[in-house]
T-cell receptor
Framework: EIVMTQSPATLSVSAGERATLSCRAS??????IAWYQQKPGQAPRLLIF???TRATGIPARFSGNGSGTEFTLTISSLQSEDFAVYYC?????????FGQGTKLEI | EVQLAESGGGLVQPGGSLRLSCAAS????????MSWVRQAPGKGLEWISG????????KNADAVKGRFTISRDNSRNTLFLQMDSLRAEDTAVYYC????WGVGAIDFWGQGTLVTVSP
C-alpha cells in the first residue's frame, strides 16, 4: 500500500498571500495524484488531477506540480473561500490512499 | 446534472450489518469506476473500496477486507456497499464517489450517509 504524507498539518496564512502544500508518496505514483478541497459539512471537491491538470471550474490560482514521489499544490493569492482542508490522493493502483490532510487557516 | 444519492446509513450495534446504496443519475453509470470513501468524525478521508465500470474487479482497503463488499447494478444505476461485522471504528460518514473516465481521480461525490456503530 502506498502511503501519502502531507505537510504541514496546519498552514496559517493571510488572504492575498501564496500557500504551498506538500504531499509525498512512499513510492513513485506516475503523477497519478489528485488534490481535493473540503469545507466543513461539505463533500470534498476535486481541484487537480494528473498532478497538474485543473478540474472543470477550478480557478487558475490553484496549480499543481511535481513528479515521482514529491508533489505540491499552490494557491497563488488566497481568497477567503480558500480556507479549508486539502487532501492529496494517489490513484496509481489500488488502494487509492489519501494523505492525512492540511488545514489552511487564517 | 450528476447526482449521487446515498441511503441506508443509520445506527447499528457492533457485529451488525448494513447495506448502503447509491443511486446515480446524470451520467452514463456503466462507463465509470466508482468508489466508497469514508470520514470518521473530525478525521480525514479514507478510501475503503473500489469497483471497475463493469463490476468485474473490486478492491477493499485492509481496514475493511473480509467484512465489506462493494457491488453495482448497472441496469439500475446503483452502487452498493454491504457492511458486515461492523465495529465502533467503522463509525463515519460514507461517501459514494464517481471517478473520472479513464482516470482514477474522483470528480463527483455524494453528500454522504452517516453510519454509527454503537451498543
Amino acid at each position: 500500500e502506498i502511503v501519502m504524507t502531507q505537510s504541514p498539518a496546519t498552514l496559517s496564512v493571510s488572504a492575498g498571500e501564496r500557500a504551498t502544500l506538500s504531499c509525498r508518496a512512499s513510492q513513485s505514483i506516475n503523477s497519478k495524484i489528485a488534490w481535493y478541497q473540503q469545507k466543513p459539512g461539505q463533500a470534498p471537491r476535486l481541484l487537480i488531477f494528473g498532478a497538474s491538470t485543473r478540474a472543470t471550474g477550478i480557478p487558475a490560482r490553484f496549480s499543481g506540480n511535481g513528479s515521482g514521489t514529491e508533489f505540491t499544490l499552490t494557491i497563488s493569492s488566497l481568497q477567503s473561500e480558500d480556507f479549508a482542508v486539502y487532501y492529496c490522493q494517489h490513484y496509481d493502483n489500488w488502494p487509492h490512499t489519501f494523505g492525512q490532510g492540511t488545514k489552511l487557516e487564517i | 446534472e450528476v447526482q449521487l444519492a446515498e441511503s441506508g446509513g443509520g445506527l447499528v450495534q457492533p457485529g451488525g450489518s448494513l447495506r448502503l446504496s447509491c443511486a446515480a443519475s446524470g451520467f452514463t453509470f456503466s462507463t465509470h469506476a466508482m468508489s466508497w470513501v469514508r470520514q470518521a468524525p473530525g478525521k480525514g478521508l479514507e478510501w475503503i473500496s473500489g469497483i471497475t465500470a463493469d463490476g468485474v474487479h473490486t478492491k477493499n482497503a485492509d481496514a475493511v477486507k473480509g467484512r465489506f463488499t462493494i457491488s453495482r447494478d448497472n441496469s439500475r444505476n446503483t452502487l452498493f456497499l454491504q457492511m458486515d461485522s461492523l465495529r465502533a471504528e467503522d463509525t463515519a460518514v460514507y461517501y459514494c464517489s464517481k471517478q473520472l473516465w479513464g482516470v482514477g481521480a474522483i470528480d463527483f461525490w455524494g453528500q454522504g450517509t452517516l453510519v454509527t456503530v454503537s451498543p
